[in-house]
């Protein structure tokens, strides 16, 4: 395939409980493709296993065709290129908007840190909001709160964006707003992402291609192909 | 939207809150009363502030180095991979169940020659680590492991992921375990006063003890007072500061336990160790060993058992005045939380930050004075242990009470039960275990209570701490073990009691096996009580 995320073969096991079973899967850079799945399909653990939190115990996965994992190469989280958007936001209670947002960014030096507070002003502007970088997390609604999340994901330009079941702890208007309004972001900034989901109506509205799992396999590629 | 207060109720829990602060405002008053002059000089004597000086010194002493052990300690036992994890928990809160004056009396039995502010700081840091360790563990556990996950993904390696997204969120929890330290030595009177340090309450008793005119120890209890809420201030900033912070309503998921070097796991299991056993295996060898001795020489059996006996009785007491007065202001609190519950409430609360030699010396004053004929008596003593204890029943009161939900009240209500009938056959039948365990602790404390026991017990009566302590005075130590002993198996029940859930929680599964998927499900009967919910 050309650049973007290629998984070919990743088998992943609890124990002897074997959770990932050869999964391949492949989404073309700046694609958005969502995985669906039901409880326990190893939705979560195919997003873990891309993040780094898991170590498969074969298969490889690249990214723009570099290796993250694969026979003799494991590459640890912070050196993937990724950024996580987990259920709920996980923002940093401790840190105000701003410096969630900014957290991955360099800060040693007078430059660097003008420059990152530059780029979380921009990232504020591009998810809608500006002039809320002094603002603490428990101060905003929950879509803000995963705003503040995927602009945190985006800051450092990661090469892949991960969807942790980011809308499932809001109301169903809410979630359906800014599910529109990420997918706009992210096709904007032209990221590769990959939406893990239970919701059907959520993985087609989202994203262009649909993977459905089930017992730690991929049954169909492809499954829809409606937006875009 | 709040019910409205019944008045009676309103009235009941008023006058407990006057009557519980008027010993706090008699001490002023005596303290203030015979004019500036006396008041002029225990200020302007260098003595006072030095006593003041070493009191804080102790306490900011011990308070850093119970941080230094305690945070690594609740660490190892969260967050690594360790054998025997449950043993190692209730190894490190263990220390919890030796009073401080129990262990100074088992450290000085073995080395006689410890003395002075380094010897408290050492029996002091041993015996109130346990105070750090618990609350950093159990935010610890709490934390959303997503945070050092996302951090990890932002180009922060495992140390920095922990010390820049973890350990800023566990700080409000190791900064109010380290304050409560601090009030904890800064009201400490028995290692003190045995290792013969003078602070403020060793200070204060002595000055109670040595002379007449009482003004000056009743200024002393001021400035401790004063000292002491001072801390307690800010305590509670630093709990609601933690408060703020949480964000997300359902459970986190526990991450795997992290693998240590050899280097570092021997270095781990070192510092349990000796947390537990300078902690609580010292004290019980040393206090074993003198009661071997003792018992040798013949214990003191009807000696032992009347202490025990009025130990017993002083407990009940106290017990059944604490909880029955924290009734009405727990139920205030719970059911209509107005702000005239809250302004009740803490003024009940005025013992939680009140050393108990301040207690006892402003309830010495109230009996002299208002009250002669009680003074010395059982009444007067179980108002004490009520003033110093309200706080502890009154938490175990309210929280139980606001665990049951009020429809079920206004369902008895439509069944034709009375206010009063409902709350009884419904409320308080329902949070009745709760309360149960509150008395049960508040109980046991009593049991162990020392400074206010030995200003206030009726003449001739004597507990098993202030035997302890008399015998520890004189230097009768292996006399003295047998009360030593009955005090720590008194202690350890409360110890258990707090290390039991947290040795549980600690030992769940965790993801690296299975956990993931667990996680999955547990997402999904989420989403679905949520679903209900709305």
Redesign the interface.
Known sequence: MTTGLDIAGLVVS??K?P?LKGVDLQVPEGQIAAVLGS???G???LL?SI????RPKSGHIEIDHRRLVGPGVWL???R?D???V??????????DVAGNVG??LPKRTRVQRAEAATRVEQLLEFVSLGGKGAV???ELSGGM?QRV?LA??L??E?KVV?LD?PF?AL?AELRRELRAAVRDLLSQAGTTAILVT?DEDEAVDFADAVHRIADGQILDQQLAQTNG | MNRPTPRSLLIIGATVAVVVCVPLVYLAIRAFGSGWGPVEQVLTNPNTWQAAGTSVALAVAVAGTTVAIGVPAAWLITKARLRWRRTWVVLVVLPLAVPSFVASFAWLSLFPQLTGFWAAWLVLSLATVPYVILPTAAALRSLDPAHEEVARTLGSGPREAFLRAALPQVSPAVGGGALLVALYVLSDFGAVSIFRVDVLSRVIFSSYRASFDRTSAAVLGIILALLAMLIVALEQRSRGRAQRWRLATSAPRQPPALTLTPGWRAGGYGLLAAVGLLGVGVPIIATIEQFLTGASAGIDWPDLGAAMSTTALYGIVGMVTAVTLALPIGLLAARYPTRAAAILERMSFVGHALPGVVVGLSIVFVGTRLVPDFYQTLPLLAFAYAVLFIPKAGAAIRGSIATVPTVLEDVARTCGYSPWRAFRTVTMRLASPGIAAGAVLVLLTVMKELPATLMLRPTGEDTLATRLWTLTEIGSYAAAAPYAMTLILIGAIPAFLLAFPLARSVSQPESDDGGDELEDERSARRRQLEGVRR
Do not use: M, N
């Open positions: 609890y124990g409980t959770v409880s326990g399909s939705k979560t653990t873990r993040a780094g939190f898991i640890a989280p912070e993937r990724v950024g996580l987990p259920q709920e936001g996980a923002l940093f209670p401790h840190l957290f991955g603490r997390p428990h709160q999340a945190r994901a800051a450092r990661p991960l079941e499932s109301d239970h």
